[in-house]
């Protein structure tokens, strides 16, 4: 049976680096952002995850689209989308922000990157919130200008990525501190480059502003890389739930509150500073939480997800599954779970109900901390 494909059109966008990974392997992609996000190549997924884990790789995720606020008010206008204190922020340093809404539900959990106070790059999730900040920006009249500029992300991931990315830009950039970024050269372009990625294994990102310089430093990667032992990937499933890495639309949405997905560090309401929903977070501190995520370890080696599974608790539902795969380091399936309150508790044991090729259809698992590793 033939695989379906994803149709490509201006709407759903393809990204520089296309050409190069669809000559690499690429299987699969997924959407993000109105743009294909490469999401599997030839090697298994264990494969690709033992790879990671010992070696460097080189992904596409252009999908991470960058709201550009700038403007007299684009301070004020980025610290009313956040309850993270950002008063004290520094430039050049990236801050991960929960953004929530009126209700104090999250709409998107970015990475937000100071240029200065008059300028600010949010490198968002999937979801809308260039829209949502242009709400913003217009019901409080703020002079501000918002804009998707052309940057295309490069993602280079796993413990060989600072050999690799030292060999191209020099040891210097070996003195680059995590969630900093600054512009670094390479064949008479700049990139600005992020110690960052959604990957445990360290890593840096590269915001690529000039298409054909992305191309050129992509194709050098791999023109060098063989010694490193380098190969194109994605952002993995395995090794991200193993980290804890959120993901927005799966593992968290719009039911969701920042309390209740472990993000309290991120939300200071002892500050003069505004923003949207204070008020309602302020009584769900107050009030306590009724759901919290958690993650799941299930006494299966396999499973297939294509939306939530309830968890049950003495024929009660008491959660539901979000995310899950098989994990080698546990030889068993793990997970993210929503689980409501009493049962959000280490060694919670639970039993969830799958059609599978054990023709078992009931399993039973237990609830953990996050992350896993």
């Known amino acids: 049976m033939n695989s379906p494909t994803v149709a490509k059109s201006r709407r759903l966008r393809s990204t520089i680096y296309s050409s190069r990974i669809e000559k690499q392997g690429l299987k699969s992609y997924t959407v993000y952002n109105h743009m294909l996000l490469p999401a599997g190549f030839s090697d298994s997924l264990e494969e690709s995850y033992y790879h990671l884990k010992e070696h460097v790789q080189v992904w596409d995720v252009a999908a991470e689209r960058q709201i550009q606020i700038t403007g007299k008010d684009a301070s004020e206008l980025i610290q009313l989308?956040?309850?993270?204190?950002?008063?004290?922020?520094?430039e050049?340093?990236?801050?991960?922000?929960?953004?929530v809404d009126d209700n104090g539900f999250l709409i998107n959990d970015p990475v937000i990157l100071k240029f200065n106070d008059s300028k600010w790059w949010v490198?968002?999730?999937?979801?809308?919130?260039?829209?949502?900040?242009?709400?913003?920006?217009?019901?409080?009249?703020?002079?501000?200008?918002?804009?998707?500029?052309?940057?295309?992300?490069?993602?280079?991931?796993?413990?060989?990525?600072?050999?690799?990315?030292?060999?191209?830009?020099?040891?210097?950039?070996?003195?680059?501190?995590?969630?900093?970024f600054k512009?670094?050269?390479?064949?008479?372009?700049?990139?600005?480059?992020?110690?960052?990625?959604?990957?445990?294994?360290?890593?840096?990102?590269?915001?690529?502003?000039?298409?054909?310089?992305?191309?050129?430093?992509?194709?050098?990667?791999?023109?060098?890389?063989?010694?490193?032992?380098?190969?194109?990937?994605?952002?993995?499933?395995?090794?991200?739930?193993?980290?804890?890495?959120?993901?927005?639309?799966?593992?968290?949405?719009?039911?969701?509150?920042?309390?209740?997905?472990?993000?309290?560090?991120?939300?200071?309401?002892?500050n003069e500073f505004n923003f949207l929903g204070k008020e309602k977070l302020k009584k769900i501190k107050q009030n306590g939480i009724s759901k919290k995520l958690m993650g799941a370890i299930i006494?299966?080696?396999?499973?297939?997800?294509?939306?939530s599974l309830s968890l049950?608790?003495?024929?009660?539902?008491?959660g539901e599954l979000?995310?899950?795969?098989?994990?080698?380091?546990?030889?068993?399936?793990?997970?993210?779970?929503?689980?409501?309150?009493?049962?959000?508790?280490?060694?919670?044991?639970f039993e969830i109900n799958l059609i599978d090729k054990s023709n078992k259809n009931i399993h039973k698992g237990k609830i953990?901390?996050?992350?896993f590793v």
């Open 183 to 270: 512009y670094y050269d390479f064949n008479g372009s700049s990139y600005l480059v992020a110690r960052s990625g959604w990957s445990k294994q360290g890593g840096f990102e590269i915001y690529v502003e000039d298409d054909d310089a992305g191309l050129k430093l992509y194709d050098e990667f791999f023109k060098i890389g063989d010694e490193f032992k380098v190969k194109p990937g994605c952002p993995h499933l395995i090794e991200r739930i193993e980290s804890g890495l959120l993901s927005y639309g799966n593992d968290i949405d719009l039911n969701d509150n920042p309390f209740e997905c472990g993000f309290d560090k991120f939300v200071d309401l002892d």
């Open 92 to 99: 050049g340093k990236c801050y991960y922000c929960p953004i």
């Open 299 to 307: 006494d299966i080696k396999e499973i297939q997800m294509t939306g």
């Open 123 to 180: 490198s968002i999730a999937d979801s809308d919130l260039l829209l949502f900040a242009k709400g913003l920006a217009i019901g409080k009249n703020f002079d501000v200008n918002i804009s998707e500029p052309n940057v295309n992300i490069m993602a280079v991931q796993g413990p060989k990525s600072f050999s690799l990315m030292s060999r191209v830009f020099g040891k210097e950039i070996l003195d680059l501190k995590f969630y900093n």
């Open 312 to 318: 049950f608790f003495d024929n009660k539902v008491i």
């Open 322 to 349: 979000r995310s899950a795969v098989y994990s080698p380091t546990f030889d068993k399936v793990i997970g993210i779970a929503m689980i409501d309150k009493p049962y959000f508790k280490v060694d919670q044991e």
């Open 81 to 90: 989308m956040t309850p993270r204190n950002l008063s004290k922020s520094i």
């Open 368 to 371: 953990c901390e996050l992350p």
